[in-house]
């Protein structure tokens, strides 16, 4: 099976601006989460999308959306970008089901706000 | 609300020596388990789970943890270190049930020849 993946992998940008970044999950897995990473906070869970719906949601603010399509591909949107969002961002994907744990990360996207 | 502390930030170790990555959490209601790698330039890898059974639990490639409940505890231990696990560790915790992982700060461990 193939693993997860995202795109894109690396975009430069501009305070002030918006981004979207997209990630695909592993064939059968129908939840998707979305992980920050940066050197000072370290890993933190943005949100988790189940069937087209947010099912849990992090200490974010607003700026940071998602969606989940039907095919459970889902996109990541941060709108009024600031330098303090650069970071890379982890995609998980999972069965979803609450015996099920475990969790398969994408390689990242690594955003850099300039 | 879940934590996870990693006790130490960085681990220095040479090859074939053994090494314990310690790991402790805080939850109130029963949780599951879980040691992530990260290699430089990549996203995680998981390296082990605990979800039930077993307190012990292992790796393919030679790692193994320990779930002591008691202790509140999930140590990553491997017995003969190689140059190829040099790389960041992450524990992290979900309640059962939950997608949402919770992290702690990593460690990094270094192999020195």
């Known amino acids: 099976k193939a693993g997860v993946t995202q795109t894109p992998r690396y975009l430069i940008k501009t305070r002030g601006q918006q981004v979207t970044l997209s990630c695909s999950p592993i064939?059968?897995?129908?939840?998707v989460s979305w992980y920050q990473q940066t050197p000072g906070q370290g890993l933190q869970f943005l949100f988790e999308?189940?069937?087209?719906?947010?099912?849990n949601k992090g200490n974010f603010p607003g700026r940071f959306s998602g969606r989940q399509f039907s095919n459970s591909r889902s996109e990541m949107n941060v709108s009024t970008l600031e330098l303090g969002d650069s970071a890379l961002y982890l995609c998980?994907?999972?069965?979803?089901?609450?015996?099920?744990?475990?969790?398969?990360f994408g390689p990242g996207t690594r955003l850099t706000v300039t | 609300a879940q934590s996870v502390t990693q006790l130490d930030s960085q681990v220095p170790v040479f090859e074939e020596a053994p090494v314990e990555l310690r790991c402790n959490y805080s939850?109130?209601?029963?949780?599951?388990l879980f040691w992530y790698v990260q290699y430089p330039n990549q996203g995680l890898q998981l390296l082990l789970k605990?979800?039930?059974?077993?307190?012990l639990v292992e790796s393919i490639n030679g790692f193994e943890a320990e779930f002591n409940k008691s202790q509140t505890s999930f140590h990553l231990r491997k017995p003969s270190v190689h140059i190829s696990d040099t790389a960041e560790y992450f524990c992290?915790?979900?309640?059962?049930?939950?997608?949402?992982?919770?992290f702690g700060q990593g460690t990094r461990l270094t192999i020195n020849p």
């Open positions: 064939s059968g897995h129908r939840s």
């Open positions: 605990y979800l039930s059974g077993s307190t």
């Open positions: 998980a994907s999972s069965l979803g089901r609450p015996d099920i744990g475990e969790q398969y």
């Open positions: 992290a915790v979900s309640a059962k049930g939950a997608q949402k992982l919770v």
């Open positions: 999308y189940f069937s087209e719906t947010q099912r």
């Open positions: 939850s109130s209601v029963s949780v599951y």
